[in-house]
């Protein structure tokens, strides 16, 4: 009896230190979510206003902000979800003891009901020696019966409420994940932020000529590539060359700048720089465009150089290798541009047969 008292009064301990910590959770997360909204119309703001490099400044400082309390959220939701998690493991094990007793009892029963049918007599069983004894029997037997239909409707029930909570504990474990490599996605941005503003600061001394300088040469990049004429097609094997890289215009030397994008050749006419994908998987399915060693001058995503660009994000992998030839990742049909005022719209688009397209920059 007290042993039964103190697991109820662990349990309710548990229960309330759960939803208090649930309560309390919730709404520390309703804080941090009003100051993203703050922080988020912020960066709108500031996106709208003149673009000098006291305004980038403020923008990153801002981005810097808003990325480290989605950081918090994240985690917090992290921890609300471990203890939901743990609450369901609970009730899971509880209920799996609950069906193995079930379970047995069940067997134990049908044992005896089949035992006691094999002493009914087959032969005379209304004679005067065997009818009483037959009815105590037949009495037993229907009390048994009923006993099993209980069990068995306790099990289907146990059984049920078993998967259910088995499926929202995957739910959740899957929801864990996805959250968990948000908040590794959000850490890697933030890193991107503070190295961005870090880098606009070393690289500008705090000078807005040389800042807008840096903005001029980075539209020129996207003109010269919006610029450049088609000059012919071809069709193309895996690991053929395409060229050499090239120079952007940036002091930061040749490099070839690779992209993914999912679009077909025939909707060439429809292709944006700003929709492309990750590359990195492609690439490691299929080969890189450059032969080791390969060095990552500069990532795909928010990185230290991100602030140059429009949208603040900077869209496929730039790569370097002494070796400064390009090659094709994979077959297809080869479309080759050219800007001769400039090497930097120089580039090829390749459409392979999987509707994807890869796209070749800075070539000379």
Do not use: C
Request: hydrophobic content about 35%; proline content about 2%; charged content about 25%.
């Amino acid at each position: 009896m007290i042993k039964q008292l103190s697991k109820k009064i662990i349990l309710l301990l548990f229960l309330f230190f759960f939803f208090s910590f649930s309560i309390q959770a919730q709404d520390t997360l309703g804080d941090i979510q009003n100051k993203i909204d703050e922080y988020t119309e912020k960066i709108i703001q500031l996106s709208k206003e003149k673009d000098t490099l006291s305004n980038q400044i403020n923008y990153l400082n801002s981005q810097v902000q808003l990325t480290s309390l989605k950081i918090s959220q994240t985690e917090q939701s992290i921890e609300i979800l471990k203890a939901e998690i743990i609450k369901l493991t609970q009730e899971i094990n509880k209920l799996d003891i609950d069906l193995n007793k079930l379970s047995s009892v069940f067997l134990n029963q049908v044992s005896e009901n089949y035992k006691i049918s094999k002493k009914i007599p087959a032969i005379s069983i209304f004679s005067s020696q065997n009818f009483n004894h037959f009815l105590e029997q037949y009495k037993y037997i229907q009390i048994l019966q009923k006993a099993n239909q209980e069990i068995m409707l306790s099990l289907e029930t146990v059984r049920t409420n078993y998967d259910i909570q088995k499926q929202k504990k995957t739910k959740k474990q899957q929801e864990l994940a996805d959250l968990q490599q948000t908040l590794a996605q959000q850490k890697k941005d933030l890193i991107g932020q503070k190295a961005a503003k870090d880098n606009l600061l070393a690289i500008t001394k705090n000078d807005e000529k040389k800042y807008q300088n840096l903005k001029s040469e980075a539209e020129q990049e996207l003109s010269a590539l919006l610029r450049a004429k088609f000059v012919g097609k071809r069709q193309v094997s895996k690991g053929e060359p395409l060229g050499i890289m090239g120079n952007t215009g940036y002091s930061f030397g040749d490099h070839l700048h690779f992209g993914l994008y999912e679009l077909r050749e025939e909707n060439l006419s429809d292709w944006s720089y700003f929709n492309d994908l990750d590359p990195t998987g492609y690439m490691n399915e299929h080969r890189w465009p450059m032969n080791q060693p390969i060095e990552i001058t500069q990532g795909r995503g928010v990185t230290k150089y991100a602030y140059l660009y429009n949208d603040r994000f900077h869209h496929g992998i730039d790569m370097v290798s002494p070796n400064k030839t390009i090659f094709t990742v994979n077959e297809g049909m080869a479309y080759f541009f050219k800007n001769t005022a400039s090497s930097l719209g120089n580039h090829v688009k390749l459409f392979h047969p999987d509707g994807k397209m890869t796209l070749y920059l800075h070539m000379q």
